[in-house]
């Protein structure tokens, strides 16, 4: 029988800070966490939790760590569980257990250049002492793997076709300890069947040693994570500049024709880019970069681009719907049909709070949706 989703046999996440997960998009109930600091990856196969996902899955239920996926598709949207369905039917027609894992999402650690405002010290060791001096909670930079765990990674999936290799930063993140785990892909020839996925936050572009392991890979997938344009992008991305931006997405685009070389765009859509939506679209079709991939932030819960109350909601969702592009208007039924404004005093009150910290203004920078705010 075909479960509901296929990920959690077929997948391993290993995020920022070391938790261990079935994908990106799950999250964890705290009774469930297991950290690879602390754990094997095979205390993970074995642990109950899992056993207990993998059952719902066969029963045809969502996991409750799989809220995110539910709600993206009863919104009309593509999941996680449906794009890589999409992507990986092949490998998952001829699926059989006794292959273990065969892709993962591996974040090496949480060091990271930028604070962006959707983020915290989880995923950005950039985040440290804003967080420490707002909030009173240290957080200290994790290194996720060491040389045993980058073993026990490669015992796990000697088969893997693919691998995502997220933040932090990529390329500020234990570099060394990375390649040596992508360098016994190619001792073992493994590499000519593996693809790599790295999220990039484009302000860092990766020297020669990258670009010479690469050649040694199926594919390469860069992504670029881009929430905004311009002076949107800087505020967002804080403290990220545009300038360094477009200088490394002309760069990025001079690559893409090395054969194995393949670009794409990330757009976590949140409280602060919804309206923008169309103006991303457009900026990124301009510059000659692909269709953007769009996320929306679900956590913290008053970033949700649903976090507006009526009818500011409702204004932004039929500005959405006059776009050209198909996808924002799908973002505009999303807004018609999804409701956080039980959250919105609170992104008030923290939008202010970083705005002063960070001497940022939300209303000079996205003003035409201050003005939607103060027009009602
Ligand atoms: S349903 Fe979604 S969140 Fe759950 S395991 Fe599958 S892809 Fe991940």
């Not at 109950?48 to 066969?58: A, F, G, H, S």
């Not at 009173?136 to 893997?160: F, H, Q, W």
């Not at 309206?275 to 970033?303: I, K, Q």
């Not at 970083?354 to 705010?373: C, G, M």
Request: aromatic share 12%.
């Amino acid at each position: 029988m075909q479960p509901l989703c296929l990920i959690p046999w077929t997948n391993i996440d290993i995020a920022p800070r070391g938790n261990i997960q079935p994908c990106c998009k799950y999250e964890v109930p705290n009774s469930e966490v297991m950290n690879i600091t602390t754990n094997t990856i095979q205390d993970y196969v074995q642990s109950e939790n899992l056993q207990k996902i993998k059952q719902q899955m066969l029963d045809n239920q969502w996991p409750q760590g799989c809220i995110r996926c539910k709600t993206e598709e009863e919104s009309g949207i593509k999941s996680k569980r449906l794009l890589d369905y999409e992507r990986w039917q092949e490998a998952y027609d001829n699926y059989t257990e006794h292959q273990g894992f065969i892709t993962a999402s591996i974040a090496f650690g949480n060091t990271c250049n930028l604070k962006c405002i959707t983020c915290n010290p989880g995923p950005s060791s950039r985040w440290r002492k804003e967080y420490r001096d707002l909030y009173g909670i240290d957080k200290p930079p994790v290194e996720v793997i060491n040389n045993m765990t980058s073993e026990d990674i490669y015992r796990a999936l000697p088969n893997a076709i693919h691998m995502d290799i997220p933040g932090g930063e990529p390329f500020l993140s234990e570099v060394d300890k990375q390649l040596e785990l992508l360098n016994r892909y190619v001792d073992s020839g493994q590499s000519e069947h593996m693809t790599l996925h790295y999220t990039t936050n484009t302000q860092v572009y990766p020297d020669a040693k990258w670009w010479s392991l690469w050649k040694n890979f199926k594919e390469v997938d860069i992504q670029l994570s881009i929430d905004g344009v311009g002076n949107r992008y800087e505020y967002i991305r804080y403290p990220a500049k545009n300038t360094v931006l477009l200088e490394n997405v002309d760069r990025y685009l001079e690559q893409q024709n090395i054969h194995n070389i393949r670009l794409s765009v990330s757009h976590t859509v949140s409280a602060y880019n919804i309206y923008y939506l169309d103006e991303f679209f457009t900026w990124c079709s301009d510059v000659g970069l692909p269709r953007p991939w769009c996320g929306r932030a679900h956590n913290p819960s008053h970033m949700r681009p649903c976090v507006y109350t009526d009818p500011v909601r409702t204004s932004i969702a039929e500005y959405l719907d006059t776009s050209k592009h198909d996808d924002v208007k799908t973002w505009g039924k999303y807004m018609k049909t999804n409701n956080s404004s039980e959250h919105y005093e609170r992104f008030l009150t923290m939008r202010d709070k970083h705005d002063v910290y960070r001497n940022t203004n939300f209303a000079k920078t996205f003003p035409e949706v201050e003005e939607l705010i103060n027009g009602f």
